[in-house]
């Protein structure tokens, strides 16, 4: 862990300096029960204090944040490493709870019990402002209240066909659009600006991290899913765009995440449902698709998503990329030199769920490189199958420490520990 954090520090956080300056169904009814919330009380935002998450952006900072890093981790049981390498639906928290609307006593000892790395919000959880703001809120205090780190409160909000917040009336906040409409007008300025504002309604509520930008270079002719979210089928104009909105997340303040590496805009199918594949080869990424993930590790994007993508010239034993540590580790790691923290795509989705169960496809991912096990299937099995596999030697305690490094260094310079 100590040659990870010397590398973070040397690197003086820089992704993680520039901010101080998947669709998920879930079967919910109107007669299955819901989280009712404690009571009307709300509590407050807290700001990160001076040293941790609010320092300055200097090297002597960046060692003290490094050194409060090693400091937490070293202090962490395994069990509390293991959660907090998962990010959930707030749905697998509770038990028989199909649309959870309130941070309650059934959210508290969901977190308690399983304080994990952070929670993503849905449409179905999003009701209004005030409803919104007091339930994240909530879930803020249990984890001060019980001495766990500060949790991922994260949303899908690209702009305009993927959003949350803004296609529900109740928040008054405006659509800034398809990625496609800003791509096609070719003005990055703009990009950014669409960025700002999404990070401008977000925050408020207590987002802290929104999985935008779409980085994926789109093929016209072969992808009927990425049109509309893909700023554009050229390499050079998707990389403006998407390093001009990971500018504007990190200037407002707000987490953001490119995704879906190595990049999907040339797949057919959807991933939702079952596999899908892209015959290039690496050279062949490294003149399409790779463009805008640099463009966007250049602009210090905190976090990368890897896309559920089989890729047959590239990775021979047939898996998946997030399982792959030749995408995850040789080519995002080791070639385009990315020291930032690295999701999965949702573990629910029909390409993993369809040939893995939750706790393979959590080990396997973990193997690969991924730090972050996005939204298993069944989060219990894929928690437990994490901690087996440590005991069982298939993974080391070393390898959680990691990426438990990883998420804590990006928590640290902006949201605190």
Request: proline fraction near 5%; aromatic fraction near 6%; charged fraction near 20%.
């Given at each position: 862990?100590?040659?990870?954090?010397?590398?973070?520090?040397?690197?003086?956080?820089?992704?993680?300096?520039?901010?101080?300056?998947?669709?998920?169904?879930?079967?919910?009814?109107?007669?299955?029960?819901?989280?009712?919330?404690?009571?009307?009380?709300?509590?407050?935002?807290?700001?990160?204090?001076?040293?941790?998450?609010?320092?300055?952006?200097?090297?002597?900072?960046?060692?003290?944040?490094?050194?409060?890093?090693?400091?937490?981790?070293?202090?962490?049981?395994?069990?509390?490493?293991?959660?907090?390498?998962?990010?959930?639906?707030?749905?697998?928290?509770?038990e028989d709870v199909a649309?959870?609307?309130?941070?309650?006593?059934?959210?508290?000892?969901?977190?308690?019990?399983?304080?994990?790395?952070?929670?993503?919000?849905?449409?179905?959880?999003?009701?209004?402002?005030?409803?919104?703001?007091?339930?994240?809120?909530?879930?803020?205090?249990?984890?001060?209240?019980?001495?766990?780190?500060?949790?991922?409160?994260?949303?899908?909000?690209?702009?305009?066909?993927?959003?949350?917040?803004?296609?529900?009336?109740?928040?008054?906040?405006q659509n800034v659009g398809?990625?496609?409409?800003?791509?096609?007008?070719?003005?990055?300025?703009?990009?950014?600006?669409?960025?700002?504002?999404?990070?401008?309604?977000?925050?408020?509520?207590?987002?802290?991290?929104?999985?935008?930008?779409?980085?994926?270079?789109?093929?016209?002719?072969?992808?009927?899913?990425?049109?509309?979210?893909?700023?554009?089928?050229?390499?050079?104009?998707?990389?403006?765009?998407?390093?001009?909105?990971?500018?504007?997340?990190?200037?407002?303040?707000?987490?953001?995440?490119?995704?879906?590496?190595?990049?999907?805009?040339?797949?057919?199918?959807?991933?939702?449902?079952?596999?899908?594949?892209?015959?290039?080869?690496?050279?062949?990424?490294?003149?399409?698709?790779?463009?805008?993930?640099?463009?966007?590790?250049?602009?210090?994007?905190?976090?990368?998503?890897?896309?559920?993508?089989?890729?047959?010239?590239?990775?021979?034993?047939?898996?998946?990329?997030?399982?792959?540590?030749?995408?995850?580790?040789?080519?995002?790691?080791?070639?385009?030199?990315y020291a930032g923290v690295?999701?999965?795509?949702?573990?629910?989705?029909?390409?993993?769920?369809?040939?893995?169960?939750?706790?393979?496809?959590?080990?396997?991912?973990?193997?690969?490189?991924?730090?972050?096990?996005?939204?298993?299937?069944?989060?219990?099995?894929?928690?437990?199958?994490?901690?087996?596999?440590?005991?069982?030697?298939?993974?080391?305690?070393?390898?959680?420490?990691?990426?438990?490094?990883?998420?804590?260094?990006?928590?640290?310079?902006?949201?605190?520990?």
């Amino acid at each position: 862990m100590s040659l990870l954090l010397d590398a973070l520090t040397r690197r003086r956080f820089l992704w993680l300096s520039a901010l101080a300056g998947g669709t998920l169904v879930l079967g919910g009814c109107s007669d299955e029960p819901r989280e009712q919330a404690p009571s009307s009380t709300t509590f407050d935002e807290e700001e990160p204090a001076a040293g941790e998450g609010a320092g300055g952006n200097d090297a002597t900072s960046a060692e003290n944040d490094a050194e409060v890093v090693r400091s937490r981790v070293d202090a962490m049981t395994l069990e509390q490493k293991v959660a907090q390498l998962f990010v959930v639906a707030p749905e697998a928290l509770v038990e028989d709870v199909a649309q959870v609307t309130a941070a309650g006593d059934m959210t508290h000892e969901g977190v308690k019990a399983h304080p994990v790395g952070g929670i993503v919000y849905f449409a179905q959880n999003l009701i209004d402002p005030d409803q919104t703001t007091e339930m994240l809120a909530n879930v803020k205090h249990f984890y001060s209240e019980d001495g766990n780190i500060a949790p991922f409160l994260a949303v899908d909000e690209e702009g305009g066909t993927v959003v949350r917040i803004a296609d529900n009336e109740a928040f008054g906040a405006q659509n800034v659009g398809d990625a496609s409409v800003l791509g096609a007008a070719g003005d990055p300025s703009a990009a950014k600006e669409a960025a700002e504002k999404i990070a401008d309604y977000l925050k408020p509520l207590g987002f802290n991290l929104d999985f935008a930008p779409v980085a994926d270079v789109v093929d016209p002719a072969r992808s009927d899913t990425m049109g509309l979210r893909s700023f554009s089928s050229d390499p050079a104009v998707c990389a403006d765009m998407v390093r001009a909105e990971v500018e504007g997340f990190l200037g407002q303040g707000m987490l953001c995440c490119a995704k879906h590496f190595p990049g999907i805009g040339a797949a057919a199918g959807d991933s939702h449902d079952d596999a899908i594949t892209i015959e290039k080869t690496i050279d062949e990424l490294q003149e399409t698709d790779l463009v805008p993930f640099k463009a966007a590790i250049e602009a210090g994007v905190p976090l990368i998503m890897v896309g559920h993508l089989n890729l047959p010239n590239i990775i021979s034993d047939g898996v998946p990329a997030p399982l792959s540590a030749v995408v995850v580790q040789d080519l995002l790691r080791d070639t385009l030199g990315y020291a930032g923290v690295i999701v999965t795509d949702s573990l629910s989705m029909g390409a993993i769920t369809n040939y893995y169960t939750p706790a393979e496809a959590a080990v396997a991912a973990l193997k690969a490189g991924c730090d972050i096990p996005l939204m298993p299937e069944r989060f219990g099995e894929a928690y437990q199958g994490v901690l087996d596999a440590v005991a069982a030697g298939d993974l080391t305690e070393e390898r959680i420490d990691e990426s438990v490094t990883r998420i804590l260094a990006a928590k640290q310079r902006t949201i605190g520990l």
